[in-house]
């Protein structure tokens, strides 16, 4: 089978959406022939991440004209027409197109939850999903708890696959022998007790609701610190206020986009990885948190609850008293249960491998194939 795989809405620094389509980009061409579409200005970043693949670089680089040529240009290009299955890993695909489709549905939040969203995305999203809901032949669904919404929001016959993440368990490991060393290369302390977020730092990941936590966290421990590992998002103007008039603003520790040798020790070193989110469609963090041995504390009632399990301390989303209370809980934890608890979710996370991930696409791809190709 020859695969086409749209990789042009990936960003330079890639974050959740953008970690799993460059691990598809890694993964499938061990398992078929692989064409990759990238932006003409992003050539040799995919040509270094998957060499064995054939690079299209023929869509623009401006995301306005991006998305009017998968809509209105790429169905009918040569591109789409050299590959037996075409996979949209972002939620829109080309119109018209004369191959078989696949589209990965990642959340439902711009139905369930619009206003953690711009409201031209909210519209345009809305609008791409109804669209591959009736169109695609395959939907990729990252996790139950998103095909779950995606049965009850969005009208469709065309069959779902679930394919979670997964997790490179050989990078995010319990012990890492280089720790120190990029620590000190990152001027970060090797002693300093450290609470650690890692995400994009927008409206729906709680970032407000972990800093009013921290707020009563710190006034009964002295030395702890917060440490904020990822990139501005949207939403930038509602976060800088609260962190600019926080009352232990000289405690928390803006790291932004850390590299990926960095994060695992993170990740590893911290006393807690909190991901307060409010909703995601799968929460790529606190898995990888998890096989790192880590204690999390994450929101209950979401699909962070479906992967951590009974691994993980929860609290109710937007709640900063319930937070603060997990928080405290994981940090004052005996350390025969903190060792007992995190071993397990270093087990669980072992559930989750990118080599399932990939043989679940592996199937999609051949339900799209044995579907009746049509012009969409």
């Avoid at 623009?60 to 050299?82: C, D, F, H, I």
């Avoid at 995400?199 to 009013?212: I, Q």
């Avoid at 009352?247 to 590299?259: D, Q, T």
Wanted: charged share 20%; with cysteine; hydrophobic share 45%.
């Amino acid at each position: 089978m020859k695969l086409g795989l749209d990789v042009s809405a990936v960003p330079v620094q890639p974050a959740g959406a953008g970690r799993y389509i460059v691990e598809l980009a890694q993964r499938l061409g061990h398992h078929l022939d692989l064409e990759l579409l990238s932006r003409s200005d992003d050539t040799q970043r995919w040509a270094a991440i998957a060499p064995a693949a054939y690079l299209h670089g023929s869509v623009p680089a401006n995301r306005v004209l991006r998305l009017l040529y998968e809509r209105e240009l790429l169905g009918q290009s040569r591109v789409l027409k050299a590959v037996d299955v075409w996979h949209s890993p972002h939620y829109t695909m080309p119109h018209r197109a004369g191959r078989p489709t696949a589209v990965t549905i990642h959340d439902l939040t711009f139905f369930t939850n619009p206003e953690w969203h711009e409201p031209a995305k909210v519209r345009f999203f809305r609008q791409a999903i109804r669209y591959a809901a009736k169109h695609a032949d395959v939907l990729i669904s990252v996790s139950e708890f998103t095909a779950k919404l995606l049965r009850e929001h969005v009208a469709t016959d065309v069959p779902i696959v679930v394919a979670p993440h997964g997790v490179d368990l050989e990078r995010f490991s319990t012990t890492g022998v280089q720790d120190d060393a990029l620590f000190s290369a990152a001027n970060l302390s090797n002693s300093t007790p450290f609470i650690l977020f890692v995400g994009t730092l927008e409206p729906r990941k709680g970032l407000d609701v972990l800093l009013h936590a921290f707020s009563e966290l710190a006034r009964e421990n002295d030395d702890i610190e917060l440490w904020i590992a990822g990139q501005m998002g949207w939403g930038e103007s509602n976060f800088a206020p609260l962190l600019d008039r926080h009352p232990v603003r000289n405690r928390i520790r803006k790291l932004g986009f850390v590299s990926d040798d960095l994060l695992p020790a993170l990740l590893r070193r911290a006393e807690v990885v909190a991901y307060p989110s409010r909703g995601e469609g799968f929460g790529l963090p606190v898995l990888e948190a998890m096989a790192c041995g880590a204690s999390v504390v994450t929101s209950a009632k979401t699909v962070m609850a479906e992967i951590a399990g009974p691994t993980a301390l929860y609290s109710t989303p937007g709640d900063a008293g319930e937070l603060a209370q997990a928080l405290g809980q994981a940090i004052s934890e005996a350390p025969r249960s903190r060792k007992e608890r995190t071993a397990a979710a270093r087990l669980r996370a072992q559930r989750f491998t990118w080599d399932a991930s990939i043989a679940q696409h592996l199937e999609a791809y051949r339900i799209a194939q044995g579907r009746k190709p049509s012009i969409h």
